[in-house]
Each structure stands twice: as C-alpha cells, then as structure tokens.
C-alpha cells in the first residue's frame, strides 16, 4: 500500500525567506507524485506534478519540487515566500500500476499548514 | 468552463439518516473521483466512477455507495450516517488515461449531530 509523509504539520517562514515543505512516500512501483495547495474554504489547486522524464518539476506561482528516487522524496521549495502563499499543502502519490495515469486515486499525505511571517 | 461544481455546499444531518452529494465534472472530463477530507487532515480516496462503473474503491465500508450519470455527472451517497462522517466531501474530475492532472470541485461540507 502508497503511503505518504509530510514533516511537519506546520512550516512558519518569514516574508522573502526560502519555503521548503518536505515530502516522502512509499510505494511499490515509480509513482506519479503531486502537490496541491488548499486555501480556507476552498478545494485543492494542483501546484505541479511529475509524471516521467526531467525530475526538477516547475509549477505555478514559482514553485518547484524535485523528484528523488534514492530517498523517496518530492520536496516542494518557492526561494522567496510571499503572504498570499499562506495556505494548507499537500503532497498525493498516485500508483502507476492501474493504468489510469494520473485520474486513478490519490493518497495524500496529512497536509503541511504555511504560514508567512511578515 | 464551469469547472467542477458540487451541491449543496453545506449540508447537516442527524446521525443514521442517509444523504446524497452532486457532483458535476469539468467540461470534457469522463471521470469522477470522491475524497473525504476530516478536519485537520489530508483527503482520502473513497471510490472512482469511469463509463457508469466504479472503477477503483478505497477503504471505506458499503455505507458509502455511488452512482455516474450518462452525461458523466455523479453522486455520493452515504447511508446510515455516523458522527465520524462529519467531513468536506471533495469532487474531482479528469480524463482517464490521458491527462495527469484531477480537478477538484470546493467540496461539500457535511455535518452529522
């Protein structure tokens, strides 16, 4: 069974600091790997993914993650915060053994709660 | 596009009723997924529904039961309503096979007393 671990329930940074929300899991086959952000009383956003190929992943609104095979990781990083990145985030796996590619059933990790220092 | 819309947004019930959530995917999209979000947590994949069938199910018992529409729309139906229902029921839609990505809908927040 895919599991996944964020560290950290909560991540506090000052404005223009470095973000870095770490992500690890575990599965029997190469996954797809996402991370998705949450703002309060909203759904999920995607913020990227990585599917096959390069394994530095470039999202939206300056995010990126690195996909790291040897140590199980997708650590998602931004190298400046910005107040409207306060929000909740989460990492998902997705295994590519059913063949849906990335539509068949995430497994999310527990969530990592940004909040942004002014 | 509408994108993924849900109904109703807020919903609350006493405990052993039954209730049902909509779901309405993004134009284009042939694949309904369901989450279940309890506060303070991540999502869980309750099941998927491809071509009127479901296709994929977590771990959640029979009380949890689906249904897909021609026109690709969906509902969730729970029976006997515990007060660990009590969650965000999140909608997602994609296309099977050929996109990597799931949109997800605002949720429908489901109170049980």
């Known amino acids: 069974a895919q599991s996944v671990t964020q560290l950290g329930s909560h991540v506090s940074v000052s404005e223009g600091a470095l973000v870095l929300l770490r992500c690890n899991y575990s599965?029997?086959?190469?996954?797809?790997l996402f991370w998705y952000v949450q703002y309060p009383n909203q759904g999920l956003q995607l913020l990227l993914k990585?599917?096959?190929?390069?394994?530095l992943v470039k999202g939206i609104n300056g995010f990126e993650a690195e996909f790291k095979k040897s140590e199980t990781s997708f650590h998602l990083t931004k190298p400046s915060a910005h107040m409207s990145d306060a929000a909740e985030y989460f990492c998902?796996?997705?295994?590519?053994?059913?063949?849906?590619?990335?539509?068949?059933?995430?497994?999310f990790g527990k969530g990592t709660h940004l909040i942004i220092q002014p | 596009d509408a994108g993924v819309t849900q109904s109703p947004t807020h919903l609350i019930k006493t405990r052993g009723q039954q209730v049902t959530l909509r779901c309405s995917p993004k134009?284009?999209?042939?694949?309904v997924s369901w989450y279940q979000q309890a506060l303070g947590q991540g999502p869980q994949f309750i099941f998927q529904?491809?071509?009127?069938?479901?296709?994929q199910r977590g771990n959640f018992p029979d009380r949890f039961s689906g249904h897909q529409f021609p026109n690709y729309s969906s509902e969730l139906n729970v029976n006997a309503l515990l007060l660990g229902d009590s969650a965000l029921y999140l909608c997602?839609?994609?296309?099977?096979?050929?996109?990597?990505?799931?949109?997800f809908g605002p949720g429908t927040r489901l109170t049980v007393l």
């Open positions: 997602a839609s994609s296309l099977l096979g050929l996109d990597f990505e799931q949109f």
């Open positions: 599965s029997s086959v190469p996954p797809y």
């Open positions: 990585y599917t096959t190929g390069a394994t």
């Open positions: 998902a796996v997705s295994d590519q053994e059913d063949s849906g590619g990335g539509a068949d059933g995430l497994t």
């Open positions: 134009s284009g999209h042939d694949t």
């Open positions: 529904y491809y071509e009127e069938e479901e296709r």
